[in-house]
C-alpha cells in the first residue's frame, strides 16, 4: 500500500511544453509513472515527444483521459490560475512544483480550495502538495509505483522490496534533504512507502499533519521520517498531533540551527521572524512528542533504524 | 525586499494614512533647510538604514533649532551607524529623514502580516506602542490582538472597529482609526507586502480642531514579497543597493542564493534545507559556517565556478566543504566546476567535497584526475566524513 500515489494513478502535466514541464514528464514517464497527458493553452491536439496528448484546458484533459492528479510546472505569475483551474476540472491531487508563487496569490488559492471542497463532497476533497517541492512519489516499479516530480526515482526503495522489511513514508519542507533521508534509509535496508515534499513557501498545501494523518492510517507505512526547518508553526503543530495519535516510531530533523534570524535560507518560508519559527522550539516540541530527532542530517537514516527496532 | 522608513511612509501617504510632515536630506545644510521649511518647534533626525535598533544605536535625534539640526545631521552622517542588528562594523548612513515633532498623548502598534498557520493576512494591533512588538508579545501576550483578513474580501470595516474598540480609542478617535487600518490592510494586500509597520501610531493631545486628539503615523517599516516585485515596478525601484551585501547581489545575477555568515568554512550545496543542514553539521563538528549558498537545481558550471568565486571572496574562509546530492543537479556539472575553478580561481585553501546522487560516477573520476591538480582537495566519503575532514584540515 502506500498513500495518495500508486500504480493505477492516472497523471496529466500542466505547464507540459515549457522546458522544465517536458523534461521532468519525460522523467516520470521513463520512471513509469501512469502520465496521461498534458495541458498548454493553445498547444492543444498536438502531443509532446512520449506522444502523450496535449490539451488546451484542465477540463478537456480531464475529460478525455480521465486523470485525477495534476503535476504543475507552469511559471509563478500563472500557477495560481492553474492550481484553481485543475480543482475546477475535478483534479483531486494537485502536485505544484514551481518555485516563486507570490504569498498573496497562494492565500487567494488556498481560501478558493476550502470553498470548492465545500461545494463538492463527492469524491473526497481535492489535495494540493507544495506549491516550490519535489513532489510526491510512490516507489515502485511500473504498475505499481508513481513518481510525480523532480526527484531521481532510482535512490527509492518500493516497500515490498525493502530488505529490513519494513518501510517508512517521509514527509518533508526541503527537496534534496528528501533525497538524503530516503538514500540513508535505503543503506540500511528500509523501503519507502510514499514520500512528499510539501515545498518550502510560507503558504502551501498539505501541511505535515496532513501527511502524518494519511501515513497513521496505512498499512505499508511502519514509521515516519519529519523533515522540517526553521520558519512557522507546522512543525510543533505536527508535534502536538504526533503526541495525540502517533502509535508508529516518528524520527525527525530540523535544518536551519545555525541559521540567523531576520534572513531568508532560500526558501521563502526559511526565515525566523519575531522570534518565532527557531530550530530550537521545534527540537524541543518534537522531542518532547516522543519524537526521534536527529542531531545530524547524516543520521537520518540511523535514527529511523534505530526507532523502528533494526 | 525592504525599503527605508521614508519611503514607507511616503506609500503610507500614498494610500491615505496621516502621515507628518517630513523631509529627506543628505547633509547637514540640508537637514539645517528642513528644519526652518518645517516651521515645527521641535525635529527628528533620522538616521535612513534598513537595519533596526536606530534609536539605540544613536540613529535617531530630537533637535530644536537650524544649528542643532545641522550638526546633528553631520555627526550621524559621518561615521558608520552600529546598532544591535548591524554587527560591530555598523552600517554608513547616507540619507536622513528629518520629521516634524510631534506631541503625544498615547502610542500603539499597527501592524500586518502573514499569518502562516491560517494562511491569510493577520492585522496586529496593541495598545503598548512605541516598544518593540516582539517583546510585547513575549512579555504580555494579551496586549497582542491578532484580526485574521481574508485574502480576496480584505479588512473588513466591522473587523477594524472591533480592534478599534478593544484598543481604547474613544469618539472620533475610532472612525479615524478604522480609516487607518482599512488602508494599511489594503496597502499590504494591494503591493504584496510581506510586512507592514507602524510603530507608534499616535494619538495627539486634544486641541481646538480636535477635540479628540489625532491619529498619526510616526515611524513605518514596510517590507515585500521578492516573488510578486515582477508585477510592481514603482516598488522595485525603491531597492536601495548599499543595504545589500555585492556578494550577495553577484550571487542573484547568477541565480544563487547566498547569505553570508561570520565563520570561516565556506560551503556549496544544492538545496536550501540541505544547506541549512551542512551549515547545521558543519557546527555539530565545532565549526562556524561562513555562509548560507544554495546552487539551485538547474545551476550551470558556469554559475558554480562563480559561486566558488563569491566564497572565495570572504576573506574569512579558510575551507570549503562542497556538499551536493544530486537530483536535477548533475553530479558531474559539480565536478567540472571545481576543475574550472580551479584554474580560474585556485584552491589554496582545504577543499572537501561529498557527492551523492544523478551522476556521480563520473563526477566522482573527475574529482579523481583533479586531485593530482589541485592539491588541496579531498573527498567525503559521506557527510559525517566530509564534515569530520575539513574541520581537521581547519585545526591541522
Redesign the interface.
Known sequence: MSILVDGNTKVICQGITGS?GAFHTKGCFDYGTGMVGGVTPGKGGTKDPNGLPIFNTCAQAVDATGASVTMIFVP??FAADAILEAADAGIKLIVAITE?????????V??QLMLHNARNTDGGPTRLIGPNC?GIITPGPKGKGCKIG???GY?HTPADEAKSNKAVGII?????????AV?QCSERGIGQSTCIGIG?D??RGMDFVDCLELFLDDSATDGVVL?G??????EE?AARYIKAHAKKPVAA?I??????P?????????II???EGT?EAKIEALRNAGCHVA????NLGSTMAKALGL | MKIHEYQARDLLAKFGLPVPPGIVVSSGDEAANAFTQLNSPVAVVKAQVHAGGRGKGGGVKLVKSTDEARSVANTILSKPLVTPQTGPEGVPVRKLLVAAGVDIAKEYYLGMAVDRARNCPVLIASSEGGVEIEQVAHDTPDAIIREPIDPAMGLQPFQARKVAYQLGFKGKQISQAVKAMVKLANLFIQTDASLAEINPLVVTPPDADNPDGQILAIDAKISFDDNALFRHDDIKQLADPHEEDPAEIQANKFGLSYVKLDGNIGCLVNGAGLAMATMDLIKLHGAEPANFLDVGGSATEEAVTEAFRIILSDPKVKGILVNIFGGIMKCDIIARAIVSAAKQIGFKVPLVVRLEGTNVQPARQIIKDAQADIPTLSVGTDLTDAAKKITAALAA
Open positions: 522544465a509563478p505569475p516563486g508563487i507570490q504569498v498573496v496569490d497562494m492565500m487567494r488556498k481560501q519535489p523532480i526527484m531521481p535512490i518533508s519542507r526541503s527537496g534534496t534533504l528528501t533525497y538524503e538514500w518550502g510560507p503558504v523533515i526547518e526553521i520558519g512557522g508553526s507546522d503543530t530533523f535544518a536551519g540551527r545555525t541559521a540567523p531576520g534572513r531568508r535560507m532560500g526558501h521563502a518560508g526559511a521572524s519575531g522570534g530550530a542531531d545530524s542530517p547524516a
